[in-house]
Every structure is written in C-alpha cells, then in structure tokens.
C-alpha cells in the first residue's frame, strides 16, 4: 500500500551542494507533481509532469530541475542549493481527468539549505 | 490565474461543536474542482473532500461536507461534531480542468484549526 513514496525524508546541505530528491508512485498514475511549503504559506507548485516524457514548470520553477524517467518516477533537483531552498517538499501524483480526480501526496521532504 | 483564499489564519472550536472553515476561489475557467487537504502535526497531506465544478449536489464524505456556492465562487468546508483529532492545518485547493493534461492543484495558505476539550 506504497502510494507515493519520496526520498529522502530529511536531508541538510550547505550552500552551493547538489542534491536530487527522488519520488515514485505505484499507481499507474499519468500526472506527477513537486511542490514546496514554506511557513504561513499552502504548497506552491515547482515543476509538474502530464505524462511520461513531459515535464513544465509550475509557479516557482527558478533554481530547480526535474527528470520524469518513466511513468513510475519523477525526480527533482537543486543543483547549486541555497538558503532560500530551505522547505518542505512533496511529491504526489493523480490520474489526469476532465472531471477532475484525488491528488495523492507523498509524505514529504525536509530539506535545510545551511 | 486561479487564486484559492482562505481568510482564518487560525481557528479554537470546542469540542463536538460543527466547525466551518472558508474558502473563496477565482478563475475563469467553467471547468475546476476544489479539494480540501488536512496536515497534521507530522506533515502529511490527506485528502478529505472534492467537488466537480459540474456537480449538482455538495460533496459529503463522512463527517465533512463541502458548501459549495458556484455564484458566489465559495467552497466552504463542514466539520460536524469535531473531535480533537481534528486539530491541523486545512488547505483549501482548485484544479483547473484545461485540457491537453493536469497542471496541478493551486492552494490557499491554509486554516490553522485548534479543538479544544
């Protein structure tokens, strides 16, 4: 009963270092998503993928890359981290529907930018 | 651009009292859905309610309810009977149903609900 697994789930970097968060669903969904929450704030989308082999960016995209590799996975990530990346970050993943449908969520990642 | 308002920053219910948490939207779109999240003290996103835009009766599920008002572009969740295990962040979201493939939910900033004993 995975749903959508996200890692890792905490993680401190220094200012300038790289690193790649990584997100997988079992679900057979076509959509997956990043998302990041900062203090007082809901979650803002960062990039978004609408099926295996496209990705677009979301509403804060600056400092981020990502990588669909197949339609199970869909990676993020900072190659030169800052300060400002200090968040938490959520994965989730929907089946795509005019009528709309649920998003699930992954569990989410802490990462501190120092 | 869609927008999702949620103007209670934080809210103290008693216990077993119903609770109503707001939520005002905007697009232009005809086609959208409106979902409610629950974050607990550990982090986890849980989805609680949907509502189609196209839907004819507000969303039930269990002890939530969905106050759908399209004219008035409002989508106000019902707690009935809290009970402690609510207290969490809410979030308030929409998806715009735009075609050619899902670009993901827009969020309010959220409702921080406390229930009280």
């Known amino acids: 009963n995975a749903g959508v697994t996200q890692t890792p789930k905490f993680q401190v970097l220094k200012t300038g270092q790289s690193m790649t968060l990584q997100c997988a669903q079992d679900m057979n969904h076509n959509s997956m998503y990043w998302y990041r929450q900062d203090p007082g704030m809901g979650l803002r989308l960062i990039y978004y993928s609408a099926s295996e082999g496209t990705t677009d960016k979301g509403e804060v995209p600056n400092g981020y890359n990502v990588s669909r590799l197949n339609k199970r996975e869909f990676s993020l990530r900072l190659e030169s981290a800052a300060p400002s990346q200090t968040s938490v970050y959520f994965c989730?993943?929907?089946?795509?529907?005019?009528?709309?449908?649920?998003?699930?969520f992954g569990e989410g990642s802490w990462l501190t930018v120092v | 651009a869609q927008k999702i308002t949620q103007t209670q920053p934080g809210m103290f219910v008693q216990e077993k009292e119903a609770v109503t948490l707001d939520c005002t939207y905007d697009t232009s779109d005809p086609s959208y859905g409106l979902f409610w999240y629950k974050q607990p003290s550990s982090g986890e996103m849980i989805f609680l309610i949907y509502q189609g835009s196209y839907d004819q009766q507000n969303a039930t599920e269990g002890r939530y309810s969905l106050n759908f008002q399209k004219a008035r572009k409002s989508a106000n969740l019902v707690i009935s009977a809290s009970q402690l295990g609510d207290s969490a962040m809410y979030f308030c979201?929409?998806?715009?149903?735009?075609?050619?493939?899902?670009?993901?939910?827009?969020f309010g900033k959220g409702t921080h609900l406390i229930i009280q004993p």
């Open positions: 989730a993943s929907s089946v795509y529907e005019n009528s709309g449908n649920t998003i699930y």
């Open positions: 979201a929409m998806r715009v149903n735009s075609g050619g493939g899902a670009d993901g939910l827009t």
